[in-house]
T-cell receptor, first 116, second 112 residues
Framework: GAVVSQHPSWVICKSGTSVKIECRSL??????MFWYRQFPKQSLMLMAT?????????EQGVEKDKFLINHASLTLSTLTVTSAHPEDSSFYIC????????????FGEGSRLTVL | KQEVTQIPAALSVPEGENLVLNCSFTDSAIYNLQWFRQDPGKGLTSLLL?????REQTSGRLNASLDKSSGRSTLYIAASQPGDSATYLC???????????FGRGTQLTVWP
């Protein structure tokens, strides 16, 4: 299957700093990527849909100024957690879809963020 | 409101058993449905994708069926192995553009 790479796999930062997470589709082009947050023993919560060349579409309750998403190319989307606080500590996962609206979803390995 | 329900929430079985995991959804107008597995602390691995026009897909010991009329999908795991232990998630691409819907998953433990 297609490969989605996510980096870093884990990061620890101080409260108040910003953290950038990258999501890359390695062997296909993805006009749309998705960012999720997952709490322990919970399912994935969709945060936003990242569209190449345009603004991301955020889910209700997700602060767009807090979670900055940039989809600058067909193979790269980034999520920046700005002014991180301990409550932002979580597992963040990205996904990308092949073949348009009915394409298959492929996921990155996830990024574990811990804010001290 | 579009929702995905997965039953059971957890399942613990001895090695060798044939298993059935269930996923139900409320949106009859779906584009496709996909089953994933997630190992602890990891991302999701795609297992099977069923398009709206299909009834089932098979890959090795896995078989997934789709019944749009009843809003159900079933994942069959034949001859389960300890390596199958993971959380299995059901997702469907619904009629609302851009939305993705995941169930809470079934946590499977297969013991030797």
């Amino acid at each position: 299957g297609a490969v989605v790479s996510q980096h870093p796999s884990w990061v620890i930062c101080k409260s108040g700093t910003s953290v950038k997470i990258e999501c890359r589709s390695l062997d296909f082009q993805a006009t749309t990527m998705f960012w999720y947050r997952q709490f322990p023993k919970q399912s994935l919560m969709l945060m936003a849909t990242s569209n190449e060349g345009s603004k991301a579409t955020y889910e209700q309750g997700v602060e767009k100024d807090k979670f900055l998403i940039n989809h600058a190319s067909l193979t790269l989307s980034t999520l920046t957690v700005t002014s991180a606080h301990p409550e932002d500590s979580s597992f963040y996962i990205c996904s990308a879809r092949t073949g348009g609206e009915t394409g298959e979803l492929f996921f990155g390995e996830g990024s574990r963020l811990t804010v001290l | 409101k579009q929702e995905v329900t997965q039953i059971p929430a957890a399942l613990s079985v001895p090695e060798g058993e044939n298993l059935v995991l269930n996923c139900s959804f409320t949106d009859s107008a779906i584009y496709n449905l996909q089953w994933f597995r997630q190992d602890p602390g990891k991302g999701l691995t795609s297992l099977l994708l069923i398009q709206s026009s299909q009834r089932e897909q098979t890959s090795g010991r896995l078989n997934a069926s789709l019944d749009k009329s009843s809003g159900r999908s079933t994942l069959y795991i034949a001859a389960s192995q300890p390596g199958d232990s993971a959380t299995y998630l059901c997702y469907y691409r619904g009629s609302t553009l851009g939305r993705l819907y995941f169930g809470r998953g079934t946590q499977l433990t297969v013991w030797p």
